[in-house]
Each structure stands twice: as structure tokens, then as C-alpha cells.
């Protein structure tokens, strides 16, 4: 038959999809051949129609042990002979499909990559005419591929044994670097290159930014009420599968959870269930990974971000590939970015962890010995790859688990195994089959410190790799670009990116330059876009606390600072409550113009969608509680009385009581009374005006009583429950004033004239404070006052309520300052 002949016969398919002929073509001529084509494109049929068009067999290389049988069961379905050999099957099932495969009845046998160890496999397949070998998933032989996987070394050493059949490498994410590392490790230093392009024009992508994990399971719920047909939502954790499965079951929606901690049976009836079309959504994690292959997933939602575009572009890829319309789509946090960089500096062990290791499997004694082999190796770049061959051992074999190295050595399971899997690439141990024993066996040999080191240095650099892999993943979900020009050029693909539907960025644009939107007119409406253009005109970047801080004017230091307080917009909602603001933001955020970015303290930025409603200046449909003439009034009165202090004591002035202003102006008693405190100290308010004669007099008798005004706490406890320390300060700070020397008289000597140390505390008060003020880019005076330091420099105060007791100080500054005062204090004691 011709190509065009067999697809039709066997596969009822009308046309070659692109790349298929090409990639055929240069196999059928006995070619090696890389084929890069996107996730559902076909890449498996080329390694069929060039086995079932060659003469002998075909060899598939493959990690899909678990969907195998799907496969083979589709050929044998076609009456190709065809046949899988894995651990699901028993011990004498395995023996009578070596001896057909010896026999030569199998034109197409798939095997995972560790099966090249096996003698028997071995020997068997050494009978056969093999005139193909395909590696499927060839990316995970590259260390700066997404899925790297030792077991895929073997296959070099293993196409040398079997004479160097032509080879097709198949893949659908590869970059560039990864395209080459996978020639270099096969050794196909001639071959042929395919690489049909990545895009997927039926795909959508979008991201959605989610702050908050109520934030993901709201958005989830939204997704699914307009999301048709079936659908894969990834999640990073088995914890994260089972509450968001509940979480829609509780929807009312068909919904099945999967995931590696589940039992054999019950994830492969959840999985067929699936791909027969029963079960129309499944939340997994990527435990449910590559060869799914139904055609008509509608939609992939991302609840939790991967660690790589290649992972995000494979898993995505599920969707769609009947060819029809489907979306992709990421629900991201800046947060999510936590877990990935925590596993990044700790999924792989140390390297006194692998000497640990090493020095554990070298204590273990000898199995008994078992009709086995001798060893063969061969070196390549990634270290001496061990496969096993002939009649009788020369070395002794040791026997363990996994749970046998995380018992004895402290070291997790996962960190094990890759423990092993960096020893055995360094020839320190060599593995022998793993079938019918029920342990890792392996023989253990030296392991040199230069050994040592060199793995080292090779996990620096993984390590390194990854995290450049994360910053692309990163950069994905916060470009304001195309999304589908962002993943095309990672994977080098400088070609067309057309799409009728080409991701949620480039339709916000679109669908603004289409339809021209009604303009702003009601104040809701203006106001959001003034928290639009609010963002553009900071300087720094400022994350929603702050923005809203910006907004209502807040005297607070982090937001009164001179870069934000220039700001036109400062002070803009100041008539609203912070809370209000923040609603505001929030709504902005969820609505899709505004968006998180940055990692451990995320900040605020605009999408396409505000990028253009504030150009258009758009009305953005937005709750916002109505702020009358007066009340916008009132609120400039106050910003023009001088700020938060001085704000209260001209409410005083008008005859409101100190709980009335606490009221009007939305603050605790307690904070207004440390405000008119501090204006009495300053001669500002009169003590009057602000504590009853009848409760000054008994405090004044307590401080003449107790002969002291450093401790607020020594004064309180003498005078009634209904005396709070508010008023005990401000009586405090007049009396202090009171007893102050005539303005005429000499200045009194600074405290350092009593106290040798006094001097040297009082230098590192000022210096302390000046490091402050340049830290918070503000005059240092806003901080402390140098009579405020001489006075805390004579008071010396030991707690934060001494401190907060010392003239010039009070609650606020205590709050904000006192730990890194009292610490100063301490020291100098010292």
C-alpha cells in the first residue's frame, strides 16, 4: 500500500493531517526523525502507518502505562496485531507475549521505557526483525524538558543493541533547547526535524485573576454556569481535588474527583468513565496526564497554575482536539507561585541526604541470589546508563522500597526516588528489573566526593532552569499581550498565530474598537475609572491596602508619603469609608480590569479590558453608595484643617466630646483621645475643653500620690474603672506642660548631663531615626521630635506603655515605633 492506501484501509481517515505525510515520508526512507506537533494533532499515527508499511516490527517507547491498553485495544479493534508488555500484567501473561513477540506475531508492541532492562525482553525482542523504534513523549529525556525521566536514558544504549532502526522521536512540547537536547541523547546526529508549529487556532485562552481561594471557588462556579460540554479542571493537590469536586457536586453538577492517592480501581472506572463520554467533568490533578484522548472536551480550567508553559500548553491541549471550538483557561493568583518555588528549593535531596542514602543501601546484606543477569553499560552525557544482559550475576544485588530508605534515613518517599534516580545516573548504584520481585534491586558501587559535587552542580543548575520556567509560566498569566503569541515564541514558533477566538486579551481590545462603549456619566461610574487612572499615574507599583489608603487620603505613613499625597487622585474618596473603597477595587478586580501581580506581596495592575475602559473612559457597571454635595464638602474642609491630629481638635473647638468626633470621624475614643493628648502637650487644646475638672482632680492627686508620670499603668491602678488611660494622658501631658521651666529661663541641661550613657542613647535614637525617615522618604521630625528623643533618653522606658507615656510619644507612635525603640534601649543597657 501507499501511505495515502493504508490510511484509508486502516483508519478510515480522508486526509493527512500537517506534518503526518512529511513525517512519514522521512521514515518510510529510513530517516531519523523528530516530530514536533501539537497535542491532538496525530503524532501516533505516523509511528503506526510507518509500522504497519515497514516490514518486521515496530517498538514504541512510551510512559503511558496506564492507558496502554487503549491503545492497543483501538489497533486490535482495526485488526492490526498489536500488543502492550507492563507491570498491570501477570507473570505468565508477560511470558506468552514474549514468546508471540519472539515468534514475530506483533507488527506494533508498546512497552514503558524501564522494560529495557528486562533479560527476557531483552531476548526477545533480539529475535524479531525491528525496523522501527518510536520514543513517544520524547521530552522527557531532556533534564530541561517539563517531565524529565531518567528510565528514558536506557533507550540510547538500547538502539545501539538493536542496530540503530530508524527512529521517530515524537513530541508536542518541545522548545528549541529541548529539540536538541532530545537528538544529542538518542544519537541522531542526522536527523530530520518536524515541527509543524504549536498554535491551536480552536483554542481560547484566558486568565482569570483570582486574590483569594473564594475568589477561584466563585469564579469556578461562574465558569461552569456558561461552559458547555465536558470539561478537565487541574488542580495542584489531591486536597484541592476532593474539596473542589464537593464543591461542585454541592452545584448539583455530575462530577468525579481523580487523583494517584485513590485505589487502581476506583481511578480506572473514573477515567474510563470519562473517555467513554459517561462522566462529562472531572477534577484531577495531573495524575490524569498525558495520552487522554477524547475528542470532545469543550473546556481545561486551571484552579491552580503549573510550574511550566510546556505542562500548561500538554495539559490545555486535552481540549479540543476534535477540532472544534474549546477554551483554555487559568485561574491565577500571585500567590500560587508559593508551592512551586518552595518545591523548586527542596524537591531534590542534598548531597549529604544522597550520602545518606548511598551509605543506607550499602549497609543493606545481600538478597539470595536469583537467575538473573550480568551488567552491560554505556556512557553518555547524563552518566553511565546500566542495562542488564546474559546469564548469571557478577555482582551481588541488594533489595529494598521506598518506605524501606524514608524509615531509615528520615528522607520522604518522593525525595527518595529521586535520590535513586541521581545515583543511578552517576553509576553509584545499578538497577536491575524490577518484575516479580515486589523490590528495587540494585547493586550499589563507590560514590566519590567529585561525584558528589558533579550532581550537585548539575541540580544548581535544574534548579536555576526551573525557576526560568516558573517566570515564563509567570509571565503568561500577567502579560497584558497575546496570550497566544506569548506561548508560540516560547516554543519558537515565529509563525502565524491567527485565531478566530485568540484569548481574552486580544477579544477585551477587540470587542472595545468593535463597539464603541457608552462614556461614564453616573459617579459610580467616573469613580471607577478614576481607581484606573489612579494606577497609571503612581510612580511604584501599590497593592489594594494601599490604593484604596491613596484614595480615601489617609494621614497613615505608608500612604502620606510625598509619591503618593502629589498624586491628583490623593484624597479623591475621601467623603467614602476605606471599606468602601476597597469594595470598589474589589469589584474592579473581579470584573476582569484590574488584575494581581508579583508574587509574595502581590500589587495592582490593569488588563486590556481596563486599558481600554479607561482610554474609551467607559462606563464600568459598579455598586458604589451614592456620597451627597455636603458630605464632599465636609471632607475637603477636613483634608484642608491640617491633617488627622489637628482635624480633631478642630472638632473639639466646634463643641463635639471626644466620643462625638470618635464617631463623625469613624476612629476608636481611645485614638482621638491620643490626638487631643498630643495637642495639649503642644499648648494647642486646653485640658479643659477635653477631661471633666471633676476627673482631673483625682488623677492630678494620684500623679502628686505616686510622684511619677513615666507609667500610665502606675496611675491607673489608683483611680476608678470608668477613668480610661485616654484621659489619664491628656490630664498627664498638662500637668507635664504645667511643670515645664519659664520660656525666659536658662534651657535646662539636656538628660545626658545626669547619665554617662545618656548621651550615647540619645545618638542612636537620632541616628536610628534618621535611617527611618529615609526608609520612609519623610522629614525626620514627623517621626520624633529631638525633645521627644531627649525625652525618652531620660525616661528609658522598658515597656510600650512606658513608652507610649513619655512626652511626645503616645499610642500611635508606640504602636508604629516602640519595638524598634525599646530594642535600642535595651542595647545600650547593655
Known amino acids: 500500500m501507499t501511505p495515502r492506501d493504508a490510511l484509508h484501509h486502516y483508519f478510515a481517515f480522508p486526509e493527512f493531517r500537517l506534518g503526518q505525510e512529511a513525517a512519514l515520508s522521512h521514515t518510510l526512507a529510513g530517516r531519523d526523525t523528530l516530530v514536533v506537533m501539537p497535542t491532538g494533532s496525530g503524532k501516533s499515527l505516523i509511528y503506526q502507518l510507518a509500522a504497519l508499511l515497514l516490514p518486521g516490527a515496530a517498538l514504541v517507547i512510551s510512559p503511558l502505562v496506564a492507558l496502554m491498553k487503549d491503545q492497543i485495544d483501538s489497533l486490535t479493534r482495526r485488526n492490526i496485531p498489536a500488543t502492550f508488555i507492563n507491570s498491570s500484567l501477570t507473570t505468565a501473561e508477560q511470558a506468552k507475549r514474549l514468546r508471540a513477540l519472539a515468534e514475530g506475531k506483533y507488527k506494533i508492541v508498546l512497552v514503558a521505557p524501564e522494560r529495557l532492562r528486562s533479560r527476557r525482553f531483552r531476548e526477545a525482542i533480539s529475535r524479531v526483525r525491528l525496523n522501527l523504534l518510536a520514543v513517544d513523549e520524547a521530552h522527557c529525556l531532556s533534564q530541561w524538558g517539563h517531565d524529565f525521566r531518567p528510565d528514558y536514558l536506557y533507550i540510547a544504549e538500547a538502539r545501539r543493541d538493536f542496530n540503530a532502526p530508524v527512529t521517530l522521536a515524537l513530541t508536542a ?68 481535588a476532593e474539596e473542589v469536586a464537593a464543591f461542585i457536586g454541592n452545584l448539583g453538577l455530575p462530577v468525579q474527583h481523580y487523583h494517584a492517592g485513590l485505589d487502581n480501581d476506583p481511578r480506572s472506572q473514573i477515567q474510563d468513565s ?64 508559593a508551592l512551586h518555588e518552595f518545591f523548586i528549593e527542596h524537591d531534590s535531596p542534598t548531597a549529604l541526604e544522597l550520602r545518606t542514602v548511598h551509605n543506607y543501601l550499602r549497609s543493606l546484606p545481600p538478597l539470595p541470589s536469583h537467575p538473573s543477569t550480568s551488567f552491560h553499560s554505556a556512557q553518555d552525557a547524563m552518566g553511565a546508563v546500566t542495562t542488564w544482559d546474559g546469564d548469571s550475576l557478577s555482582r551481588s544485588l541488594i533489595g529494598f522500597t521506598l518506605a524501606d530508605i524514608e524509615q531509615a534515613t528520615g528522607l520522604p518517599q518522593t525525595k527518595a526516588r529521586i535520590a535513586l534516580e541521581q545515583l543511578q545516573a552517576a553509576n553509584a548504584i545499578r538497577r536491575a528489573p524490577d518484575e516479580s520481585y515486589g523490590q528495587i534491586r540494585v547493586e550499589t558501587l563507590p560514590l566519590p566526593d567529585a561525584t558528589l559535587a558533579r550532581i550537585a552542580k548539575q541540580v544548581a543548575e535544574r534548579r536555576d532552569h526551573k525557576r526560568y520556567q516558573l517566570e515564563k509560566m509567570v509571565d503568561y498569566a500577567e502579560t497584558n499581550a497575546c496570550r497566544r503569541r506569548t506561548l508560540l515564541g516560547h516554543f519558537g514558533d515565529s509563525g502565524d498565530a491567527a485565531a478566530p477566538a485568540c484569548c481574552d486579551n486580544c477579544l477585551a481590545r477587540a470587542e472595545t474598537e468593535e463597539t464603541p462603549p457608552r462614556p461614564a456619566q453616573t459617579q459610580a461610574e467616573r469613580a471607577a475609572l478614576i481607581v484606573l487612572h489612579t494606577l497609571t499615574t503612581l510612580k511604584w507599583e501599590v497593592g ?75 462606563a464600568i457597571d459598579v455598586e458604589l453608595r451614592p456620597v451627597q454635595a455636603v458630605e464632599t464638602q465636609r471632607q475637603k474642609a477636613k483634608t484642608e484643617a491640617g491633617g488627622t491630629v489637628a482635624l480633631s481638635g478642630q472638632l473639639l473647638t466646634r463643641g463635639l466630646s471626644p466620643e462625638q468626633i470618635a464617631a463623625e470621624r469613624g476612629l476608636t475614643v481611645g485614638t482621638i483621645y491620643s490626638h487631643l493628648g498630643a495637642l495639649i502637650a503642644t499648648g494647642q487644646v486646653d485640658v479643659n475643653a477635653v477631661v471633666p475638672a471633676d476627673i482631673q482632680k483625682q488623677i492630678r492627686s494620684v500623679i502628686e500620690t505616686v510622684g511619677s508620670v513615666q507609667q500610665l499603668s502606675a496611675l491607673k491602678v489608683h483611680l476608678p474603672e470608668t477613668i480610661d488611660y485616654g484621659q489619664i494622658r491628656c490630664v498627664v501631658n498638662a500637668w507635664l506642660r504645667e511643670h515645664e521651666q519659664p520660656a525666659a529661663a536658662p534651657a535646662p541641661q539636656p538628660p545626658a548631663a545626669t547619665n554617662p550613657g545618656n548621651g550615647d542613647l540619645f545618638e542612636r535614637l537620632r541616628a536610628w531615626r534618621l535611617e527611618k525617615a529615609r526608609a520612609l522618604k519623610m522629614p525626620s521630625y514627623v517621626i520624633f521630635w529631638d525633645q521627644t528623643l531627649h525625652a525618652i533618653t531620660a525616661a528609658r522606658p522598658a515597656t510600650l506603655a512606658e513608652l507610649e507615656a513619655v512626652r511626645g510619644v503616645g499610642q500611635t507612635k508606640a504602636e508604629q515605633y516602640g519595638e524598634e525603640v525599646l530594642a535600642i534601649i535595651a542595647q545600650t543597657r547593655m
Open 173 to 240: 512540547t518541545a522548545t528549541p533547547r529541548v529539540q536538541d537536547d532530545i537528538i544529542a541523547k538518542l544519537g541522531l546526529s542526522r536527523a530530520e526535524k518536524i515541527v509543524t508549529g504549536f498554535n491551536r487556532p480552536n483554542l481560547t485562552f484566558e486568565v482569570f485573576s483570582t486574590p483569594t481561594p473564594n475568589a477561584k471557588l466563585n469564579l469556578v462556579r461562574d465558569f461552569l454556569k456558561t461552559a458547555e460540554g465536558a470539561g478537565i479542571i487541574y488542580v495542584g493537590t489531591r486536597r484541592d
Open 274 to 337: 470519562f473517555l467513554a463520554g459517561d462522566l462529562p467533568l472531572i477534577v484531577a490533578t495531573n495524575a490524569f496526564g498525558l495520552g487522554i484522548d477524547r475528542p470532545d472536551v469543550r473546556f481545561v480550567l486551571h484552579y491552580s497554575m503549573p510550574g511550566t508553559l510546556e505542562a500548561y500548553y500538554q495539559e490545555a491541549g486535552r481540549a479540543g482536539r476534535d477540532g472544534l471550538p474549546a477554551r483554555a483557561a487559568l485561574l491565577y493568583s500571585p500567590k500560587d507561585t
Open 544 to 618: 489594594r491596602g494601599k490604593l484604596a489608603q491613596i484614595l480615601k487620603g489617609s494621614m497613615k505613613p505608608e500612604a502620606a508619603r510625598p509619591e503618593y499625597t502629589g498624586n491628583r487622585n490623593y484624597g479623591k474618596f475621601a467623603a467614602l469609608h476605606l471599606k468602601e473603597i476597597e469594595s470598589l477595587v474589589n469589584q474592579l478586580l473581579e470584573s476582569g480590569y484590574l488584575k494581581q501581580v508579583g508574587s509574595d506581596r502581590p500589587t495592582l495592575a490593569l488588563t486590556p479590558r481596563g486599558e481600554a475602559a479607561l482610554k474609551a473612559k467607559a
